[in-house]
């Protein structure tokens, strides 16, 4: 069976991020946009980080231009997280969420949830410790509002 942990994605500086690597955790996988409506979820993203990490959440932000909101470079956007937010999760190299090009984490995230093509920036989607897909979360849903949803994935064993 395919779970996230098949998947790997690059980090801004080059590095290779194994999504293996989070085997047991939960993770919290973000399509993010550094010019968009919604980019002040970063505060709230970075947020939940902060406070469960040490009880194994991880949150993955992977910036995709396809909704034309982002910076023309990563090295922008992830100086742009940084700065602005205090982002200290991994933020990737920027991929396509929808179409011919998409990246495959997202075509395997989008049929685990049945919900088809992402419509917008900052689209999560909740991954429980055995790597399947809990919950797929729209745009416009705070990070702070589907907080008992990652307790309840972390207290999962």
Known sequence: MTTVYDFSETEMGGKTIDLKDYEGKVVLIVNTASKCGFTPQFKGLESLYKKYHDQGLEVLGLPSNQFKQELDSDEAASEFCQMHYGVTFPITTRVAVNGDDEDALFTYLKDASGEGDIE????????????????????????????ADIVKALDAK
Do not use: A, C, H, M
């Open 120 to 147: 917008w920036n900052f689209t999560k989607f909740l991954v429980g410790r055995d790597g399947q897909l809990v919950s797929r979360f729209t745009p416009d849903t705070e990070p702070e509002s589907f907080e």
